[in-house]
C-alpha cells in the first residue's frame, strides 16, 4: 500500500527557518459620524419663534384695529379748524446796497388766530405754535409764536394781535423770487405755517404728544403798504389746512 504525502500548512522555512504567523490586517481607526439632529432642532426651534411672534403680532394688530374702531364710533372724532380772519402788512421792504452785494428784507405782519374745536368728547392741549410766513416761492419772510392753551369741548379760542416779524438777509435767487411777487397787481402771494405739538384727552384716556402743521393760503389782495398805514389783505376766501406731523429717526412726514 502505498503512502500518501500531506502538504504541510505551514509556509515552507527559508534557510532552514520557519517563517512567522502572517498578522491579520490593521482595520481603519473608527470616526464617528456627523450627527444632524441638533442642526434639524434648531432649525424647527426658530421656525416655532417665528410663526408664533407673527401669530403674536397679528393678534396685536387685530385689537389695535378693533381698539381704534370702537373709539371712533364711540367718539366720532374731528380734526381742530384754524383760520386767519384778518391780516395787515405794516412793513415789508427790501433794501439793496449800492454795490448790490447784500440784500436785506424787513418785514412785520399782524393778523388774527381762531382755533375751533369741533368735537364733543375731545380736548385738545397745543404746546406753543412757531409761526412761519412765506412767499409765494418759500421765500420766509417772518416768524412768530402762540403760547400754549388748552381747546376744551366745543370751544372756540381767538389770538389777536399775533406778530410775525423778520429782519435777515437774502440770497440772489430769493431776492428775483421776492421782487417777482412785489410787482403783482393782485398783491403778494402769502402763506402761513403753524407748527406745534398737541396731546387728545377723549374721557380718561389721553394720548402722547402728536405733531401738527396748519398750512394757511389764498389771501387776497396783498399788497405793499405805502406810508404809516398798514395795508389790510382779504382773507374771507383764505384756507386753512391741518396735516399731522410724524417724525421716523430723522425724516418728517
Request: net charge positive; with cysteine; glycine share 4%.
Amino acid at each position: 500500500m502505498s503512502d500518501r504525502v500531506f502538504p504541510s500548512s505551514k509556509p515552507a522555512a527559508t534557510n532552514g527557518t520557519t517563517a512567522p504567523p502572517a498578522k491579520p490586517p490593521l482595520r481603519p481607526p473608527y470616526r464617528p459620524q456627523p450627527h444632524h439632529r441638533r442642526h434639524r432642532t434648531d432649525r424647527n426651534y426658530c421656525c416655532c419663534c417665528f410663526f408664533w411672534t407673527g401669530l403674536i403680532v397679528l393678534i396685536l394688530v387685530l385689537i389695535f384695529a378693533i381698539a381704534a374702531t370702537a373709539l371712533y364710533v364711540l367718539y366720532r372724532p374731528h380734526r381742530p379748524a384754524f383760520s386767519i380772519p384778518s391780516l395787515r402788512i405794516h412793513r415789508l421792504k427790501l433794501t439793496t446796497s449800492a454795490d448790490s452785494s447784500s440784500n436785506h428784507l424787513s418785514a412785520l405782519f399782524n393778523f388774527t388766530v381762531t382755533s375751533k374745536n369741533p368735537n364733543s368728547h375731545l380736548t385738545y392741549f397745543y404746546q406753543p405754535f412757531d409761526i412761519s410766513i412765506f412767499s409765494s416761492n418759500d421765500v420766509l419772510l417772518g416768524n412768530g409764536t402762540i403760547p400754549a392753551f388748552t381747546s376744551p369741548t366745543k370751544n372756540q379760542t381767538v389770538f389777536k394781535n399775533v406778530i410775525a416779524s423778520g429782519s435777515n438777509e437774502l440770497d440772489t435767487d430769493s431776492v428775483t423770487s421776492l421782487k417777482s411777487d412785489l410787482k403783482k397787481k393782485t398783491g403778494v402771494p402769502l402763506k402761513i405755517v403753524l407748527d406745534t405739538k398737541v396731546k387728545v384727552k377723549a374721557g380718561k384716556l389721553k394720548s402722547k404728544k402728536i405733531g401738527i402743521r396748519v398750512t394757511c393760503e389764498e389771501f387776497k389782495g396783498v399788497v405793499v403798504p405805502k406810508g404809516k398805514s398798514p395795508s389790510v389783505a382779504t382773507t374771507d376766501k383764505s384756507k386753512c389746512k391741518v396735516d399731522l406731523r410724524i417724525k421716523i429717526w430723522k425724516w418728517t412726514f
